[in-house]
């Protein structure tokens, strides 16, 4: 089955951090860009952090950069995003992307073409509370 999976999402302390994995199976990363996006109740959706798997060029959103790190394991084709210095805001639902036909940075920032990419995840949860 072609899918992306996240994991590593809970409840976390502020101040906390937490990992975020996207497992891709059925299919090789090789060539996609693939990245975060997060969604708050009552909130648009944000891509926080893309990255070309190819080359490795980053993005991140102007809101996330030094707490964020987006990183990338080849042999388990699987994405990665750290998370530190967790505050209330940063809690949302956290979903993985990936699609073949854009860069890092617009696979983040494209939002009118969000709902058709080539995968998303399901989602994991991130609660960020005292």
């Known amino acids: 089955q072609l899918q992306l999976v996240e994991s590593g999402g809970g409840l976390v302390q502020p101040g906390g951090s937490l990992r975020l994995s996207c497992a891709a199976s059925?299919?090789?990363?090789?060539?996609?860009?693939i990245g975060w996006f997060r969604q708050a109740p009552g909130k648009e959706r944000e891509g926080v952090s893309c990255?070309?798997?190819?080359?490795?060029?980053?993005y991140y959103a102007y809101s996330v950069k030094g707490r964020f790190t987006i990183s990338r394991d080849n042999a388990k084709n699987t994405v990665y995003l750290q998370i530190d210095s967790l505050k209330p805001e940063d809690t949302a639902v956290y979903y993985c992307?990936?699609?073949?036909?854009?860069?890092?940075?617009?696979?983040?920032?494209?939002?009118?073409?969000?709902?058709?990419?080539?995968?998303w995840g399901q989602g994991t949860q991130v609660t960020v509370s005292s």
């Open positions: 990255m070309s798997y190819s080359d490795g060029s980053t």
């Open positions: 059925g299919f090789t990363l090789d060539g996609y860009a």
């Open positions: 992307a990936a699609d073949l036909a854009y860069t890092a940075r617009a696979l983040c920032v494209t939002t009118e073409f969000w709902d058709g990419y080539d995968y």
